[in-house]
């Protein structure tokens, strides 16, 4: 039998470490598995992947239990193969060649177009959770690393040359930015030489020891917000209680929403503006158009429309179709129009993204909108079709209360929240008539959007859902 290791690949998108979600059914010590059957579901930053073994084999070692972080290039699992399927040895190979491995299977996802210097599957990103197959490519990655002898434990070791990158999750690396501290110079205390968010609060208070005269210069950086306070403790309850609680770790797609919303609000200034729309005009133009599109077997609701008010009210104002790089201190202006929909799921919140809203109809943005509406309640949206978002929208529907403060989908500077229309006095000329109401809630970044831009982008929007007719004459 021949020992081989099958690391965990590159899934691209700067992704350079994962959270092992749930080893796959029979997956387990001395069982066998056979090629490309689903092995390990991990979680990065922003999505969620299904691994599939590579080679069948039985399995000696797991490289981590559910819960643990697993660095790109670390083993993820060790089989013994037959002698006759021993892997051949790594050949050398420079950055841009190709690595040496057996031809991709059919099912193999082609490499992102944004990144043709990968050779793995496709990118995790965006928000939420998503089920997507990456089969496994050997493990081979731009720089492999050795190969561990037999009797070597899958143990990592902390990082001790300034070459090597320190072990530290994603949460902890910003936290690291916006402190402005060199993981390189911190000393790790957590499991298996794992820097944690207490040694990193540590660096930065020796680090600020000795405060300096106050100055009138702006700071280092962008992003600098003050230490966090020590964690809040549940106070210990008696023993009658305890017997009434129950603990969960917090893991999976619910950690990942907790550290996105945490790192919004930490680092956007958040301000809220909040108006009523008369869309007497929309639901009738609505009624008019819904049995052309359920011809063509489209489902016309009020969304598509609301897309259109906004893509026409980010053209006149084009601010907030940017972003801040926390990285280069940069300003970004885009000039494509990607709209995200916050939609709820079993798994938690996700955004799907309908590209190029500019270019598309009426018709085209309801069938985007129902393809992508199904495949998130079915688990199956596509790891694309979770990136690049410009602006975002998110509705309650039914459950749409008054009105609502949204959360920025960072680093996105604006949201739409949309809420429930409601049957409603409305003043006509001289007249008092009943009226379809909706309130409009919109939050913005402070530190980019200044308030009489996001109240003026807010009744822009307002008065192409008013008079809708408008929006059919929009390019």
């Known amino acids: 039998m021949a020992r081989w290791e099958f690391k965990l690949p590159d899934i691209g998108e700067g992704v350079t470490e994962g959270e092992i979600v749930g080893w796959c059914e029979g997956i387990s010590v001395g069982a066998t598995i056979q090629a490309d059957a689903p092995l390990v579901d991990v979680l990065t930053d922003k999505a969620t992947v299904t691994i599939t073994s590579p080679r069948g084999g039985v399995i000696v070692e797991l490289g981590g239990k ?48 944004a990144s ?32 561990l002898p037999p009797t070597t434990t899958l143990t990592s070791t902390p990082s001790t040359g300034p070459s090597e990158r320190p072990l530290a999750t994603p949460a902890t690396r910003k936290l690291a930015r916006d402190l402005s501290v060199d993981l390189h110079q911190v000393t790790p205390t957590g499991p298996n030489g794992r820097i944690t968010d207490e040694d ?31 964690p809040i403790r ?12 129950e603990r969960e770790p917090l893991r999976g797609v619910r950690k990942k929403i907790f550290e996105q919303m945490a790192r919004s609000k930490q680092t956007a200034a958040h301000f809220t503006f909040v108006e ?80 190029d809203c500019d270019r598309r109809s009426l018709l085209d943005l309801a069938r985007e909108i129902q393809r992508l509406g199904e495949a998130t309640k079915s688990g199956k949206v596509r790891v694309e079709d979770l990136q690049g978002s410009t602006f975002t929208v998110t509705s309650l529907g039914q459950q749409g209360g008054l009105f609502a403060t949204p959360i920025l989908n960072t680093p996105e500077v604006g949201i739409l929240g949309v809420h429930q229309m409601k049957r409603k006095p409305v ?44 929006l059919l004459l929009e390019a």
Request: aromatic share 4%; proline share 13%; with cysteine.
């Open 276 to 355: 009523e729309c008369d869309v007497t005009a929309l639901k009738e133009l609505r009624t008019r158009l819904r049995p052309i599109a359920e011809k063509q077997g489209v489902k016309l609701t009020f969304l598509p429309f609301i897309l259109k008010a906004v893509v026409a009210a980010l053209k006149r104002h084009p601010e907030l179709n940017s972003a801040f790089d926390e990285s280069t201190g940069e300003i970004v202006r885009r000039k494509y129009y990607n709209l995200g929909i916050a939609s709820s799921t079993d798994a938690g919140l996700m955004v799907p993204v309908i590209k």
């Open 234 to 245: 549940v106070v210990a309850p008696t023993p009658a209680q305890a017997a009434l609680e």
């Open 427 to 470: 003043v006509r000329g001289d007249q008092i008539v009943i009226g379809e109401v909706m309130l409009l809630s919109l939050s913005f970044d402070h530190r980019l959007i200044d308030g009489h831009v996001g109240a003026a982008f807010a009744y822009e929007v307002i008065r192409f859902l008013e008079d809708p007719d408008q």
């Open 200 to 230: 990193v609060k540590r660096a930065a208070a020796v680090a600020l020891a000795p405060a300096p005269p106050p100055t009138s210069e702006p700071p280092a950086s962008f992003s600098r917000f003050p230490l966090q306070r020590e």
């Open 116 to 147: 043709p210097s990968r050779e793995d599957g496709p990118a995790a990103t965006a928000v939420g959770d998503i089920k997507e197959t990456l089969p496994g490519m050997g493990g081979a990655r731009p720089t492999p690393a050795p190969a």
């Open 66 to 113: 559910v819960g643990d972080i697993i660095q790109v290039g670390a083993n993820l699992v060790v089989l013994d193969l037959a002698d006759g399927d021993a892997p051949p040895p790594p050949q050398a190979h420079s950055h841009h060649d190709a690595p040496s491995r057996p031809a991709p299977r059919p099912q193999a996802p082609a490499p992102h177009p």
